[in-house]
């Protein structure tokens, strides 16, 4: 990715935007959006940060951590760190037996409605939907330059392959629609210049490992798919 220079106001940057700590009177970390532990090494040049307050950075961590090796557990189909497609998802299960028996415990065995066997891993979704949040908020401060505040009004976190075809198609369309974003706003500028951006508009961080898009079309809405299996939505009033 090229770094992108913004240059809309930065009065919106003076506060943390998970916590609304003023920033000049805490300590500050530079946070990657989308988190760095979701995405492969190496990782792409110039990733977005954006500046938090640093007990929000930490608070996260444990989520992140949680999110892609759960995420690479429901990928793999086991929990086991030896049978891991994901690197990251690996190193945390190998590192981490708490995490590594707490996912395990996470795989339950169902009744299909034909009767079969089917398994499946149940997250502890409060800590997914933490991290697909902060990430979501992370998007709509660097692409438009302006907080996402307080709840959003709505979250879908969902498996591609369980949507209906029309779903995904409605999904997969990104309208940025007549209004365009504010001149000087990372998002005109990717607009403008193509970078990073798919013709159908979705931005691409790490191809078949993140790709998001950010529309404000009265509401923020915020759309990622994440190693072309989870499809999340999470959308603000303005
Ligand atoms: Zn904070």
């Known amino acids: 990715m090229k770094s992108r220079p913004d240059f809309v106001d930065e009065r919106h940057k003076a506060w943390c935007i998970h916590c609304g700590e003023v920033l000049a009177s805490v300590e500050t970390n530079l946070d990657h959006v989308p988190s760095k532990s979701i995405l492969d090494r190496p990782f792409p040049e110039n990733l977005p940060t954006i500046s938090i307050c640093r007990s929000c950075n930490t608070s996260f961590s444990n989520d992140e951590e949680y999110f892609i090796a759960f995420l690479g557990s429901v990928l793999a189909g086991t929990a086991d760190p030896d049978h891991q497609v994901v690197e990251r998802a690996e190193k945390a299960l190998r590192r981490n037996l708490r995490l590594q028996d707490e996912i395990g415990t996470q795989f339950r065995v169902e009744k299909d409605t034909a009767g079969n066997d089917r398994g499946a891993f149940v997250p502890d979704i409060d800590r997914i939907r933490n991290v697909v949040i902060k990430n979501a908020r992370g998007h709509v401060l660097f692409e438009h330059g302006q ?3 307080g709840k959003p009004v709505h979250i879908t976190i969902e498996p591609l392959q369980i949507l ?3 779903a995904i198609r409605s999904f997969e369309t990104i309208d940025y629609g007549p209004g365009w974003p504010e001149v000087g706003s990372r998002l ?6 193509g970078e990073d951006m798919r013709a159908d508009g979705w931005v691409i961080v790490q191809p078949n490992v993140y790709r998001f898009a950010v529309v404000d079309n009265g509401q923020f809405v915020v759309r990622t798919v994440i190693r072309e299996y989870l499809a999340t939505e999470v959308v ?3």
């Open 188 to 193: 005109m500028s990717r607009l403008v210049s």
């Open 147 to 149: 907080p996402a505040r």
């Open 236 to 238: 603000w009033d303005r």
């Open 164 to 166: 209906t075809t029309e």
